[in-house]
């Protein structure tokens, strides 16, 4: 028989929640491992609650219509089912440009100088430039200028960060020349910067392209996409929420049928039930082996 058991209770209590900025391999279009399990579960449990044996007893725990429709809407911005088709083919790698391991490594390279610079950046003006109009000068610098995820906001925001620093090269203020002499002698030159301007060239849409591809401006593919990374966030709140009150109600096979608890599988071991949360965290991604796919309830 499967033994149930709850995999939180192995977790550490003090850790912080998930992050969910997309790991390296979370490009647009490209969902993870966690996230497609996230949104299987919820549709699995979405579909199935439906039926008259599950939905009586839910409502009597507080599952109303309300948070139904709550759910399907969740569901559907985190799967990207509203996105424009125009999106897509501007986010698809283009004839002759980059794509796949190539795109991704780029996007590795533009995630990892803004995680080292922008730091960087805000430690050194808070370091050089005097201290009553600092604050200032951060806030000017820094303006609607943020570290993104993976992806075309990420481009927007290190193409937009490039272009201050030439402004500091240009600007005749001479906290600002200190700030840029500073930069440059920790490593941030005039080479680095040529770099990685040509590597954000090589990820704009349709570079390389034999045909243009569909106008959209990179701030509109940027919002799309961090509304859906918020719906992924708020569908796993939703889904956990759900899954903690009703695995306490619902029976170990009513519960792999809803999608409220998986059954995996070791290589030369029998199926172990393991009652857990969703995470979008890829780190808990184990190698247990594969889920095995319950049938829905007939009826």
Request: no cysteine.
């Amino acid at each position: 028989m499967p033994k149930a058991k709850s995999a939180s209770a192995s977790r550490n209590p003090g850790a912080q929640p998930a992050s969910f900025e997309p790991s390296d391999a979370s490009l647009p279009l490209t969902l993870t491992a966690a996230e497609q399990n996230l949104l299987g579960r919820a549709l699995r449990f979405l579909v199935n609650v439906q039926a008259a044996p599950f939905i009586a007893r839910a409502r009597r725990e507080g599952y109303a219509a309300n948070e139904h429709r709550e759910g399907w809407r969740l569901f559907k911005l985190a799967s990207g089912e509203q996105r424009p088709l125009e999106h897509l083919f501007v986010e698809a790698p283009s004839n002759g440009g980059v794509e796949g391991a190539e795109r991704m490594q780029l996007l590795r390279e533009v995630d990892a100088f803004e995680s080292t610079w922008f730091p960087r950046t805000r430690a050194i003006i808070r370091r050089v430039v005097p201290r009553e109009r600092r604050g200032g000068f951060e806030a000017a610098f820094f303006k609607h200028l943020e570290q993104q995820p993976p992806g075309p906001a990420a481009i927007m925001s290190v193409g937009t960060y490039l272009r201050r620093i030439e402004g500091l090269a240009r600007n005749s203020d001479g906290d600002a020349k200190k700030v840029h002499r500073t930069l440059a002698a920790r490593g941030l030159t005039e080479a680095k910067v040529q770099q990685v301007r040509e590597v954000l060239a090589k990820l704009e849409p349709g570079a390389g392209a034999q045909a243009p591809s569909p106008r959209v401006p990179v701030a509109e593919l940027a919002r799309a996409w961090r509304e859906q990374r918020e719906a992924l966030e708020g569908l796993q709140d939703w889904f956990n929420d759900w899954a903690t009150t009703l695995r306490q109600v619902f029976p170990v096979k009513a519960q792999i049928q809803l999608g409220l608890t998986a059954v995996r599988r070791a290589a030369a071991a029998s199926a172990e039930v393991i009652e857990e949360d969703v995470s979008l965290d890829e780190d808990d991604e184990s190698a247990e082996g594969e889920v095995a796919r319950a049938e829905p309830p007939l009826g």
